[in-house]
């Protein structure tokens, strides 16, 4: 069970008034205690793929777009992404299309991307979503999960046109570990 941890006053304080938003998410970072869980062999594997993908097309920034392309190939991610029937091959190509036609703006000459603040909250939000139902390691299905926050991505609205949502997602895991179960 995650343990709440109360920040002083002074804390609270500095935090509204830094009004760069990366600048209070890295403060956050560091006040919080995050806690730690192993990350499934497969899991790692996507995240250095979606940093290949955007190394592949000289984008300086790894994005949601690119972990998302990832995730299709992520044997736990694409097998709950299909129990929510969606078409990964039409996804692909949706992902494919958006990383080469609208994100040439961030092509840079620079050497490897790094991941964006989204992509990290995406890891960060994966690890308490594996503690919150008691994974003993960190999967491609928390990520996916842990995607949905991010309301204004195309990422998300890319899995919204294939028909998949929070909800859904809930719902194939419970019927995944229902099967397991019985």
């Known amino acids: 069970v995650a343990t709440r941890m ?3 006053i002074r804390d609270k304080y500095e935090l509204l008034a830094t009004l760069d938003p990366i600048k209070r998410l890295e403060r956050i970072e560091a006040l919080l205690d ?3 869980r192993p990350v499934s062999a497969n899991y790692a594997a996507t995240k250095r793929r979606a940093l290949t993908y955007a190394d592949q097309r000289r984008h300086q920034y790894a994005t949601l777009e690119h972990l998302l392309l990832a995730l299709i190939d992520d044997a736990d991610a694409s097998a709950v992404m299909r129990a929510c029937d969606a078409d990964l091959d039409k996804l ?3 992902l494919t299309q958006y990383l080469d036609n609208e994100l040439k ?3 840079s000459e620079a050497g ?3 991941p964006t603040p989204a992509f990290e909250r995406i890891d960060q939000r994966a690890v308490l979503h594996a503690e919150e139902v008691g994974n003993p390691e960190v999967t491609g299905i928390n990520a996916l999960v842990a995607l ?3 309301t204004r991505s195309p990422a998300v609205r890319m ?3 294939q028909g998949v949502s929070r909800w859904r997602v809930d719902k194939a895991i419970v019927r995944n570990a ?3 179960k019985g």
């Open 6 to 8: 109360k920040l002083p």
């Open 34 to 36: 995050l806690p730690q």
């Open 92 to 94: 692909r190509q949706s």
């Open 105 to 107: 703006h961030i092509a």
């Open 112 to 114: 490897s991307a790094v």
């Open 148 to 150: 949905f926050p991010e």
């Open 159 to 161: 899995l919204a046109d």
């Open 178 to 180: 229902t099967k397991d």
